[in-house]
């Protein structure tokens, strides 16, 4: 047996068997846009960790700014005493913050502890208790998230009762729209996001009163829902709804944010302010960080000791996500994230349709570096072959959603030679799977 093959092995039977896994590769490093396994080989990384490492594997600001930090201080907790690494971290934020109201800021360590300190705050600063999130939505996986959670129900089943006080809403995922599929020009994605809106006012009349109802949750690009942009309107319907009836919005920006869609926040190609952003995986370029940010009135409606964890805000996470701002500004990473995603949509454009057999169609979509691309009239499993011919060519990429689709998260600074092959190899994937599934005609 070989020496991955054993480690292989061992990791089968010591970590538990509720963690899913895409591949059976051993990575022992990381260097920008690719991984290495314990065989020496290197892949090509098109995840990047789900969305975190944006800054790449091992930046070497990053690096350095973690190793002084360690020297320094690594644990210092939050409920005892300010830390400087924090202070620093928050006075770097703050003018990327996409609006200026947005100045008060809670620290934790994961996505999903982040979206449950949003539902307490909400729930203090309103004195209401429901939250109405959407269909296809993720928001994590504990026990208060998972009830929020909707993208696919292996995340929930198995763990009721869950959360009470949870109510889902019509997301526009008009590409999977009976009217939309009959006639897209009639029905189209506006109509779409203008119907989600009025299927929300019923709702609140039929489910959730206004007085009972605390926030609307919502991730600005669906994410693990599928990576579906919204209809500008119907974020901004959702802002006019909650201000017309007095309910808190909070955005999920834990994917989409830290430049992934091309800005800063996605929330701001929508030209929407929300009352609550909740931000995790690229805020600290692979460390363990998140964060929500609010105005402060409503930050300030917790009481003192209602708030906190042992590890919330690492000192030295806090380190290595202001050397991420600091990368932002010293290598332009907005600007090269916009330029290669027009060079992404113009390759995979021109590429995958024509090579599309009869009956079959794909929907290339996304924001800056999160793209998405949906195939639609192919047989169960496409998505996951397509991963795997990638895997074959040394390259990683992940599905996402119930419906067969794959999602392209490289690093924000991948170069443009990179981008080139990572076209190559993901067309001749889609391609090797269009073969393979012909085949078993």
Not at 331 to 352: P, T, V
């Amino acid at each position: 047996m070989s020496v991955v093959a054993k480690l292989v092995q061992f990791g089968k039977k010591h970590i538990a068997r509720g963690i899913g896994r895409s591949t059976e590769l051993v990575i022992e490093k990381g260097r920008g846009s690719y991984v290495y396994a314990v065989d020496g080989k290197k892949y090509l990384d098109l995840t990047t960790g789900i969305g975190v490492t944006n800054t790449g594997h091992c930046h070497p600001t990053v690096v350095k700014a973690v190793q002084e930090q360690v020297g320094k201080i690594s644990h210092a907790q939050v409920n005892i005493f300010f830390q400087k690494p924090m202070l620093d971290l928050i006075d770097a934020l703050i003018p990327k913050m996409p609006f200026p109201r947005l100045d008060t800021f809670f620290f934790w360590n994961s996505g999903a502890e982040a979206v449950e300190a949003a539902v307490k705050v909400a729930r203090h600063a309103t004195k209401k208790q429901n939250i109405i999130v959407f269909q296809g939505s993720y928001h994590g996986r504990t026990f208060g998230t998972m009830a929020l959670t909707t993208s696919k129900t292996i995340y929930s089943a198995g763990f009721a009762p869950l959360m009470p006080g949870v109510h889902v809403a019509t997301y526009p995922y008009y590409q999977q729209w009976a009217a939309h599929k009959e006639d897209p020009k009639k029905f189209d994605a506006e109509w779409c996001g203008q119907e989600s809106l009025e299927q929300l006012e019923i709702l609140l009349k039929q489910r959730s009163d206004p007085k009972d109802t605390a926030a609307i949750l919502i991730e600005p690009i669906l994410g693990e829902g599928g990576y579906v942009v919204p209809p500008k309107n119907f974020l901004q319907g959702l802002r006019k709804i909650c201000d017309k009836h007095d309910i808190l919005l909070i955005c999920d920006e834990v994917q989409s944010g830290f430049g992934r869609t091309g800005k800063m926040f996605a929330v701001e190609h929508f030209d929407v302010e929300p009352d609550i952003i909740v931000m995790a995986k690229g805020i600290a370029s692979g460390y363990p960080l998140s964060a929500i940010v609010s105005r402060k009135e409503i930050m300030d409606q917790q009481p003192p000791g209602s708030m906190g964890g042992t590890y919330s805000g690492s000192a030295i996470a806090c380190a290595a996500a202001k050397a991420t701002l600091q990368i932002f500004d010293e290598e332009n990473l907005l600007e090269n994230c916009n330029a290669r995603s027009e060079q992404f949509f113009k390759g995979l454009q021109e590429k995958i349709p024509p090579m599309l057999p009869a009956g079959v169609k794909c929907d290339i979509r996304g924001k800056g570096l999160m793209l998405g691309i949906e195939f639609m009239g192919v047989p169960y499993g496409f998505a996951n072959s397509v991963a795997s011919e990638a895997l074959k060519l040394d390259t990683i990429l992940l599905t996402t959603s119930i419906y067969e689709t794959i999602r392209l998260i490289p690093p924000l600074n991948i170069t443009k030679e990179d981008t080139d092959l990572a076209i190559e190899r993901v067309v001749s994937s889609v391609s090797s799977a269009i073969k393979a599934m012909e085949q078993k005609k």
